[in-house]
Every structure is written in structure tokens, then in C-alpha cells.
């Protein structure tokens, strides 16, 4: 499921690197759910991430 349809969000700005992204989401005025939305945009983008390539870990902030 698409993470957007089961949660609604707007992405401001995202710029992808090798090993990391970065983004500014604006979220509803009633969701301050920050952590639930990163960890739900992680998984799915870490699914489609080259592993062959061995870039390590997609959006893994310290």
C-alpha cells in the first residue's frame, strides 16, 4: 500500500544520496505522527533500494 493514500502528507522538498535522503513533509494539522511516517517511508524505500550495489543502509540516521 502506498504510504500517501494510507497517510496523507505533503513532501516540500527531498533530495536522495547514495546512503541517505533528506525531505521536509508537511503533515495534516491533526497527525503529528513525525515517527510513524518516517519509519513507514523508510521501509518502502528501502525496499526498492539497489542491495547489489552495497551502498549501506537507506535512511539510516544516526
Request: glycine share 2%; proline share 10%; net charge neutral.
Amino acid at each position: 500500500m502506498d504510504v500517501q493514500k494510507q497517510y496523507p502528507f505533503e513532501t516540500v522538498a527531498v533530495c536522495v544520496l547514495p546512503n541517505h535522503i533528506h525531505a521536509i513533509w508537511t503533515l495534516p494539522p491533526d497527525d503529528a505522527d513525525y515517527s510513524l511516517l518516517r519509519r513507514l517511508i523508510k521501509t518502502k524505500f528501502s525496499a526498492y533500494s539497489p542491495h547489489t550495489k552495497n551502498l549501506g543502509a537507506v535512511l539510516d540516521y544516526p
